[in-house]
């Protein structure tokens, strides 16, 4: 087999040749639409998130777990990724966050019915706390 170098190429595998003919479906959202509950109860991560579509974009709005209260992380823009190049069928998505010293990488896959999120926290403050990833699971809000 031979091995053709990166650089300039317009697909990295044959499943991204599909649906260059421009047959494609639009991006269907509904399956992260909502609001989410963290189901390991006393998380010291997210808590609550929740997520909202939006002229076909998606928006991601995160609580992180306070001392006394959960502390709203603002809301950001995600980038979706699709079950293929052609089927529409929103598979998981990445999204981050900037505070002062803090960044926050987040990405996130629904898996029967169970958002599925993780975490990747990077400190920039010279405290020389490690960076760190965790991964947690999340039903749909019931209330």
Known sequence: MKTKK????????????????G???????????GAW????????????????AL?????F????????ELIDYGEAKCDVFAENTYK???????TGFQFNDIDVEISAN?????????TYTKFRDGSNR?????REFYGPDQD
């Open 6 to 21: 990166s650089g300039d190429l317009s697909f990295t595998k044959t499943d991204d040749l599909q649906g260059r003919d």
């Open 23 to 33: 047959t494609f479906e639009s991006m269907d959202l509904s399956s992260f639409t």
């Open 37 to 52: 509950t963290n189901t390991k109860e006393g998380s010291g991560q997210l808590p609550k998130v929740e997520l909202r």
């Open 55 to 59: 002229n076909g974009e998606l928006f």
């Open 61 to 68: 709005r995160a609580f992180g777990a306070g001392e006394n």
């Open 88 to 94: 529409g069928i929103a598979m998981a998505f990445i």
């Open 110 to 118: 629904v898996k029967l019915g169970v958002l599925v999120i993780q």
């Open 130 to 134: 490690l960076n760190y990833y965790a």
